[in-house]
C-alpha cells in the first residue's frame, strides 16, 4: 500500500486547512487509517485515526477543532483543522494499518508540512 498526503502550507492562527491523503496498491490490506505529526524536537503523535468501523479517535490536543473523515470508495483519508494554533505547527503524516499474513505492519506516507504563524 503507497500513502500520498497533500494540502499542507502556511496559514495564519485561528485559520482552517484541510489535508489528505491517498492509498493505492492492495488498499483491501487496510484496516484503519489515520494521521500523525512531528513536530522539530518532539516525538511523532497520533492526531486521529479512524478504523474500517467504530467511531474515530483524536488527540485531546485536538479534540473539536479536527474532524478526520475517511472515503472508501476513493481510498482517502481527510483531515479537516480548524481554529489552528501555532502549537499545531508540524509534519503531518498519514498512516495506513495494514493486515498481511496473519501481522499488522503500519505503512507511513510522505508527510505534509502544516505551518501555523501567530
Known amino acids: 500500500v503507497q500513502l500520498q498526503a497533500s494540502g499542507g502550507g502556511l496559514v495564519q492562527a485561528a485559520e482552517s486547512l484541510r489535508i489528505s491523503c491517498v492509498a493505492s496498491g492492495n488498499v483491501a490490506m487496510i484496516y484503519d487509517m489515520g494521521w500523525y505529526r512531528q513536530a522539530p524536537g518532539n516525538q511523532r503523535e497520533l492526531v486521529a485515526a479512524?478504523?474500517?468501523?467504530?467511531?474515530?479517535n483524536y488527540a485531546d490536543s485536538v479534540k473539536g477543532r479536527f474532524t478526520i473523515s475517511r472515503d472508501n470508495a476513493k481510498n482517502t483519508v481527510s483531515l479537516e483543522m480548524n481554529s489552528l494554533k501555532p502549537e499545531d505547527t508540524a509534519v503531518y503524516y498519514c498512516?495506513?494499518?495494514?493486515?498481511?499474513?496473519?501481522?499488522?505492519?503500519?505503512?507511513w506516507g510522505q508527510g505534509t508540512e502544516v505551518t501555523v504563524s501567530s
Open positions: 479512524v478504523a474500517n468501523s467504530g467511531p474515530p
Open positions: 498512516k495506513a494499518g495494514i493486515v498481511a499474513l496473519g501481522h499488522k505492519y503500519d505503512n
